[in-house]
């Protein structure tokens, strides 16, 4: 009864994977930029923002609202 059982459950399993390879998109590239401790050095942001264009995902993280005299007194806040 265990084999029966067991060779069930194996059969569901690979009926369930069935679809999801029959539909399955071609594996793409995906390209992650990030910053890390900018401390409000926000010069060369523009710069950065070009070469990061292209990327699927654009990640900060964080110490931006500390460091220069004008980050401290806009609370990091970018004024455009």
């Known amino acids: 009864m265990k084999k029966v059982l067991s060779l069930l459950l194996v ?3 690979l009926l369930s ?3 999801t390879a029959a539909f399955a998109e071609e594996a793409k590239d995906i390209t ?3 910053t890390n401790d900018v401390h409000g050095a ?3 942001y523009a710069y950065a923002a070009e070469i990061m264009k292209d990327g ?3 990640v900060d993280a964080g110490d931006n609202i500390q460091g ?3 980050t401290s007194l806009t ?3 970018c004024s455009t």
Do not use: C, H, R, T
């Open 11 to 13: 059969l569901m399993l």
């Open 17 to 19: 994977i069935l679809p």
């Open 32 to 34: 992650i930029y990030f």
């Open 42 to 44: 926000y010069e060369n």
């Open 56 to 58: 699927d995902f654009i």
């Open 68 to 70: 220069s005299v004008a």
């Open 75 to 77: 609370d990091g806040q």
